[in-house]
């Protein structure tokens, strides 16, 4: 079954996990489903979740407000939470949260849980074809997709019991925490040991991840084609409604020259102009239901890509560490790769090099269609890493 | 145009049987054309069955390649049981043919609105028709065209009756000489001039006057109409061509999935499906534009024979004016009082009085003068007065016939509408159900 394409099945390894809640083939209506989108043109805010009686969090993104500061104006929006979670003090909380707050949870998360996908957050900027920041109709969009971004986290049965998101959810201050955490060096740590944790279980199944990765960029094309498609379609609509627009009054003008065609002419101007209304109300259905939920798959797709092939660029460190590292110590001691030796600077050199066009290879693969600050952002993570393994081997 | 389900029941109700075709209904047109019975076609069935590219030297003696049309006609009778309808007689006309006789039919019957002929190059495309005159499409709606102006020829009450007109249908070789025979191309230049000049008429029918300021504005409404309407065409044809995209795309998907895959690939045979729907609607649509089209080339019938009666009474004007002048010269030459500039009032006052006998010769080539100029006025008169009454009745023949046949115009293109839209709703129900079940 098409389910056992996407689950590897190891314990430690949850990394499609997230994928399963989402998937298509899955039981009941789910708010981003097709089938919902299909039957129902209006967005269903107040979804039943599948498996609703255990659900312990119910989480409400709204009431956006503008704030303005000396330097910025940004909008703020109300989280509420109930729980019944016992690691809440409460059970319930209200905060205010900014755009940037819930960039630095998902950050958090992704850091801390590598290997799970973590749902994306709809885009930073404004794609073209927009005008303002702060139009009406991008703020609600956005803010509907935080709202889903925050449950979808609350359902993931690993996510939900972060740390960070209890704090998220919780502190009524978040740019203190935000500032605060453990270590740079050992966070680190602690990623490439969940990492190798992982990576180990998935070296024995080299068929499957590569199946998988196929899949994932053949539907990460077929989504974005199918984005694409509807854009077009929606960019056609409205260039046809202005023609539309035009061709009713016409009909208005001629039944003004006539006496017995007139009342069926004007008729006629007036089926044209309700056509119109309802080409209107199509282009917007488009726009505010099926564009913003195919945009969640397409990110989802490629947030899908990246962690696959930052597994790949883990797997390579890990893999180089754990042979130079075993095939180093043998019969040698410490001491003389302290000393510096010769064979040990060469093994050292192996490694970096290694370390250098795993970077490299990955790095200009994945430039493709990815944001600059993301692949920078992974390309200080290499560099640390090594460093790290440096260290850890002195 | 997509129109939603409006739901409401009433408004489907009043046009009443939607299951009738376009062409259906545009048949009703020509069906109501044969019922008005003129004698001819009592007499005949009139056709115009086929259209065939023929090659042939020009009068410049160089290669060209023309298009003729075949025009049966066949004697309406009763087919005995069992028995085989008479073979029709049949001969080819090209279109320059067609111009001639309805050119002889303007010069014949200036008070007469003479039906048009369909376009010579195609106008108001839009992007997808090719503006080429031998494109088949063209052709095919030019023939249907033809077809159409010799029947409304042939329904008219006066136009049936005309001998030209029953030989262009006949005689296939000897119908040119004949229409040369009649002479009528003498009279194309007084025509010509009809139409372009520019004259003041004192005191015009008011009913012309008004007449020719609504065919203008008619003129300018329906090619303003046709155009929106080429241009509405062109984006609906955008928005259905680019759902052939989702077919191609679903296609590909369907491939890479297991469980989505049979839902996904049936969804993509309808969206091409509808895709491909567009083009034979516009095809449709395009009847609708012909039949606009003919009543915007009508507006220039119109026109003409109100430029007609125009040059009428201007000249009933002019010739009033010169009979009123040559009255006051005798007037003056009576009563000797010089209140006429003349230049035989000027030689006398410088070369003195003529003669008393000069001044009678001349008094009695007034006179004369006077006397056939009351003759030409009272003709002209009886011709203008003639005119309107015969030209009026036929343009009160013409509004009716154009309130009815736009009123069945509109009709048909609303159902054609509604058929688009039952069938559009049609594809993407079929397509729900494959998303449904995946």
Not at chain 1, 262 to 279: F, I, M, N, Y
Not at chain 2, 368 to 373: F, H, K, M, N, V
Request: aromatic residues 10%; charged residues 25%.
């Amino acid at each position: 079954s098409r389910r056992q394409m996407l689950v590897v099945d190891v314990p430690v390894l949850g990394v499609f996990s997230l994928v399963q809640n989402t998937s298509l083939a899955d039981g009941g209506p789910m708010p981003n489903s097709p089938s919902s989108l299909v039957n129902q043109y209006r967005l269903e805010e107040e979804e039943e979740q599948p498996g609703a009686d255990a659900k312990d969090f119910f989480i409400t993104v709204d009431n956006p407000e503008s704030h303005v500061t000396a330097i910025e104006t940004f909008i703020m929006y109300r989280v509420v939470t109930k729980t019944t979670r016992s690691e809440f003090d409460s059970s319930e909380y209200e905060v205010r949260r900014r755009y940037q707050d819930f960039l630095w949870l998902r950050g958090r998360l992704e850091e801390s849980h590598p290997t799970l996908i973590v749902h994306p957050l709809p885009e930073k900027f404004v794609m073209k074809g927009m005008v303002e920041r702060f139009n009406d109709g991008f703020i609600e969009t956005r803010r509907k997709a935080l709202h889903r971004f925050l449950n979808k986290i609350s359902e993931h049965p690993v996510l939900s019991y972060s740390q960070h998101f209890k704090v998220f959810l919780t502190a009524q201050e978040l740019t203190s925490h935000r500032k605060q955490g453990p270590g740079f060096l050992s966070r680190m740590g602690e990623t490439v040991r969940a990492v190798a944790n992982s990576v180990r279980g998935l070296r024995s199944r080299p068929e499957e991840f590569s199946v998988m990765q196929e899949y994932v960029d053949h539907f990460s094309t077929k989504i974005c084609s199918v984005d694409k498609v509807t854009q077009r379609i929606i960019k056609e609509q409205r260039e046809y409604l202005d023609e539309l627009r035009q061709y009713g009054p016409t009909y208005t003008q001629w039944a003004e020259l006539e006496e017995d065609l007139a009342e069926p002419l004007k008729g006629v101007a007036d089926c044209v102009e309700r056509c119109s209304q309802e080409t209107e109300e199509q282009i917007q259905q488009l726009s505010e239901v099926l564009v913003p939920a195919l945009h969640e798959y397409v990110l989802c797709a490629e947030t899908l890509k990246v962690s696959g092939r930052s597994l790949h660029l883990y797997g390579l460190v890990l893999w180089a560490e754990s042979t130079i590292c075993t095939g180093w110590f043998c019969g040698q001691s410490l001491t003389s790769v302290r000393a510096g030796s010769v064979g040990g600077v060469y093994h050292l050199y192996r490694l970096v090099l290694l370390v250098l066009w795993a970077e490299f290879s990955i790095c200009a693969g994945s430039f493709c269609g990815r944001s600059l600050p993301s692949v920078w952002a992974e390309i200080t993570y290499t560099y640390i890493y090594y460093i790290y393994i440096y260290i850890y081997i002195i | 145009m997509m129109m939603a389900d409006s739901g409401s029941s009433e408004e489907v109700a009043v046009i009443g049987n939607t299951d009738i075709t376009s062409t259906e209904s545009e048949n009703n047109i020509i069906n109501t054309m044969v019922e008005r019975g003129t004698a001819l076609l009592k007499k005949m069935e009139i056709n115009v069955a086929e259209a065939e590219k023929r090659t042939g030297k020009n009068t410049v003696n160089m290669q060209e390649t023309y298009t003729v049309y075949l025009i049966e006609t066949r004697p309406v009778e009763a087919v005995p049981e069992g028995g085989t309808p008479a073979a029709p007689d049949m001969l080819w006309r090209r279109y320059s043919e067609f111009e001639l006789l309805r050119t002889y039919l303007l010069v014949t019957y200036p008070f007469i609105v003479i039906p048009p002929l369909p376009e010579k190059r195609a106008e108001f495309v839009w992007h997808k028709l090719s503006a080429d005159n031998l494109d088949p499409d063209f052709v095919e709606r030019r023939r249907v065209g033809l077809e159409n102006f010799l029947l409304r020829v042939a329904s008219h009450p006066l136009l049936s009756n005309d001998k030209i007109f029953f030989l262009f249908l006949t005689e296939e070789k000897g119908w040119r000489d004949a229409v040369l025979e009649t002479g009528f191309q003498d009279k194309v230049d007084s025509r010509l001039k009809s139409l372009s000049a520019m004259f003041r008429v004192k005191n015009p029918d008011k009913r012309f006057t008004a007449l020719k300021q609504y065919s203008d504005e008619l003129n300018a409404v329906i090619s303003q109409l046709l155009r929106v309407r080429a241009k509405v065409a062109d984006r609906l044809y955008g928005v259905y061509k680019v759902h052939g995209n989702y077919g191609r795309v679903f296609s590909e998907w369907s491939a890479i999935e297991k469980e989505m895959g049979d839902g996904l690939q049936s969804a993509g045979h309808h969206m091409d499906t509808y895709a491909a729907s567009i083009d034979d609607i516009l095809e449709e649509e395009e009847h609708y534009a012909d039949q606009l089209k003919e009543y915007l080339f009508y507006t220039d019938a119109v026109r003409s024979v109100c430029k007609k009666h125009e040059l009428l009474q201007y000249e009933l004007e002019m010739v009033a004016q010169d009979l009123a002048y040559k009255k006051q010269q005798r007037e003056e030459l009576a009563t000797g009082t010089v209140r006429v500039f003349s230049l035989k009032g000027m030689t006398s006052k410088l070369f003195g009085q003529e003669s008393q006998e000069q001044r009678e010769s001349r008094l009695a080539a007034l006179e004369q003068s006077i006397q056939e100029g009351e003759e030409t006025v009272k003709e002209k008169n009886a011709e203008c007065q003639e005119f309107v009454r015969t030209a009026w009745k036929d343009i009160e023949r013409f509004k009716e016939q154009k309130d009815q046949d736009l009123r069945e115009a509109l009709i048909s293109y609303a159902i054609m509408q509604i058929s688009m839209c039952k069938k559009g709703i049609q594809v993407w129900s079929n397509a729900k159900e494959c998303f449904n079940k995946m």
